[in-house]
């Protein structure tokens, strides 16, 4: 059975930095691209970043650009998103979701395996 979990949400304040982490079960993390989407109430799901199955290659959404890294370790089986330089319009419920289609990772159809999610709040 496949997981993927997603750790690290919370509460901050705007300018600060949160590190969220999706640990991942049941396949081959290391075949698979992994994306970071986020949800804000009353508005669509967007993409945020995404990173190829070997690591080499990153995607950003052009909002959080210099501000947010994704990362992963496949020793670990686990995806990162560090965010820094938080805004409030980050706000959201951020989702990790795994893929074995290695392009068009902007679009949330490609993934097929997604995580709960865990809430961000950024205070103004």
């Known amino acids: 059975q496949v997981q993927l979990v997603e750790s690290g949400g919370g509460l901050v304040q705007a300018g600060g930095s949160l590190r969220l982490a999706c640990a991942t079960s049941?396949?081959?993390?290391?075949?698979?691209?992994m994306g970071w989407f986020r949800q804000a109430p009353g508005k669509e799901r967007e993409f945020v970043a995404a990173?190829?199955?070997?690591?080499?290659?990153?995607y950003y959404v052009d909002s959080v650009k210099g501000r947010f890294t994704i990362s992963r370790d496949n020793a670990k089986n686990t995806v990162y998103l560090q965010m820094n330089s938080l805004k409030p319009e980050d706000t959201a419920v951020y989702c990790c979701?795994?893929?074995?289609?290695?392009?068009?990772?902007?679009?949330?159809?490609?993934?097929?395996?997604w995580g709960q999610g865990t809430q961000v709040t950024v205070s103004s």
């Open positions: 049941g396949l081959t993390f290391n075949l698979y691209a």
């Open positions: 979701a795994a893929t074995r289609v290695y392009s068009d990772l902007f679009n949330p159809w490609q993934y097929n395996y």
């Open positions: 990173i190829s199955w070997s690591g080499d290659r990153t």
